[in-house]
T-cell receptor
C-alpha cells in the first residue's frame, strides 16, 4: 500500500529565508505526487504535481519540488519565504495506474517570522 | 464562479440528528469525492463517485450515505450523528484521465460540529 510521510508537523522560517518542506513516499513503482496548500479556514489548493515528466516541477507562488526516485522524495522548496506563505502544506500521492485514490500526508504547518 | 461549492459552510447540530451536506461542481468533471479532515488536520478519503457510480468506499460507517443525482453533484447524508463526526468535510472533483493523474479540485469545506 502506498503511503506518504511529511517530516516535521511545524516548520518556522524567517521572511526571506529558504523554505524546505519534506515529503517521502513509499510505493513499489513511482507514483504521481502532489503538493497542496491550505490557508486558514479554506479548502486545498494545488501548488504543483509530478506526473513522470520532468523531475523538477515548478508550481504557483514561486514553489517548486524535485522528484528523486533514489531517495523516494518529493520535497517542496521556495527560495525566499513571504509572509503570505504561512499555511498548512500537504503532500499527496496517487499510485501510477491507480484509480484516483489519493493518500495525503499529515501536513506541515509553515510559520513565517517577520 | 466557484468551481466546487459546498453548503452549508458551517453546521452545528445535536448528537443523534440526521444532516446533509451538498456539493456541486461546475468543472464538467466526471469524478467526485468526499474527504474528512479531523482536528489534527489529517485528511482521509471517504467516498468517490465516477459518473454517478460509487468507486471508492473507505470503510466509512454506514451512517454515512453519499448520493450522486448527477455527475455535477455529490451529497453526503449522515444519520444518527455522533460526537466523533465533528470535523471538516471537503468535497473534491476531478476528470479521470488515462493513468489517473488528474488534479483534484477542492471545495471550501463544511465544518460540522456535533454537540
Amino acid at each position: 500500500a502506498q503511503s506518504v510521510t511529511q517530516l516535521g508537523s511545524h516548520v518556522s522560517v524567517s521572511e526571506g529565508a529558504l523554505v524546505l518542506l519534506r515529503c517521502n513516499y513509499s510505493s513499489s513503482v513511482p507514483p504521481y505526487l502532489f503538493w497542496y496548500v491550505q490557508y486558514p479556514n479554506q479548502g486545498l489548493q494545488l501548488l504543483l504535481k509530478y506526473t513522470s515528466a520532468a523531475t523538477l516541477v515548478k508550481g504557483i507562488n514561486g514553489f517548486e519540488a524535485e522528484f528523486k526516485k533514489s531517495e523516494t522524495s518529493f520535497h517542496l522548496t521556495k527560495p525566499s519565504a513571504h509572509m503570505s506563505d504561512a499555511a498548512e502544506y500537504f503532500c499527496a500521492v496517487i499510485p501510477s495506474g491507480g484509480y484516483q485514490k489519493v493518500t495525503f500526508g499529515t501536513g506541515t504547518k509553515l510559520q513565517v517570522i517577520p | 464562479d466557484t468551481a466546487v461549492s459546498q453548503t452549508p459552510k458551517y453546521l452545528v447540530t445535536q448528537m443523534g440528528n440526521d444532516k446533509s451536506i451538498k456539493c456541486e461542481q461546475n468543472l464538467g468533471h466526471d469524478t467526485m469525492y468526499w474527504y474528512k479532515q479531523d482536528s489534527k488536520k489529517f485528511l482521509k478519503i471517504m467516498f468517490s463517485y465516477n459518473n454517478k457510480e460509487l468507486i471508492i468506499n473507505e470503510t466509512v460507517p454506514n451512517r454515512f450515505s453519499p448520493k450522486s443525482p448527477d455527475k455535477a453533484h455529490l451529497n453526503l447524508h449522515i444519520n444518527s450523528l455522533e460526537l466523533g463526526d465533528s470535523a471538516v468535510y471537503f468535497c473534491a472533483s476531478s476528470q479521470v484521465l488515462a493513468g489517473g493523474t488528474d488534479t483534484q479540485y477542492f471545495g471550501p469545506g463544511t465544518r460540522l460540529t456535533v454537540l
